[in-house]
């Protein structure tokens, strides 16, 4: 299975989930700072889980919202100069905002697709308090 991950495409066939979590750890270390999410992945037939841990407060933000930050962090966009080839709605220069989730997840399953991950049949999101969950359903 490829995955989409913090800008880049992981392969399950050639890496253990260990070596995912691994290096999509020292991703986000570099990108966010270190200790500031802790990377989780689970893997059950055709649905893949990717926490990210995060102490945050999502409840100010409609259900339906994903802080601007965290879809970036997710996607890696920024990340060493990557580029999502879908990218997220414009604002205005440095402000902080929030998307809506279906905003989000339309601009990750067509960016993960031309980046050669797996097609994604759904994708959904689970927000609180600690952390973020995406789920993808894919299409083998």
Not at 95 to 107: G, W
Request: net charge neutral; with cysteine; aromatic share 12%.
């Amino acid at each position: 299975m490829k995955l989409f991950i913090t800008s880049k495409i992981y392969d399950t066939e050639k890496q253990t989930i260990a070596e995912i979590e691994k290096a999509v750890q020292e991703d986000l270390d570099a990108y966010v700072g270190k200790n500031k999410v802790i990377f989780k992945l689970y893997i059950a037939g055709e649905t893949v889980a990717m926490y990210f841990h995060r102490g945050i407060d999502y409840k100010s933000d409609p259900v339906d919202m994903i802080m601007d930050a965290d879809a970036y962090m997710i996607t890696g966009e920024g990340y060493e100069g990557f580029r999502m080839p879908t990218q997220f709605p414009k604002v205005p220069l440095r402000c902080t905002y929030s998307m809506e989730q279906p905003e989000f997840i339309k601009a990750y399953i067509e960016s993960a697709g031309v980046l050669g991950a797996d097609k994604i049949k759904k994708a959904w999101l689970e927000i609180d308090g600690g952390k973020i969950v995406l789920r993808v359903k894919t299409k083998w």
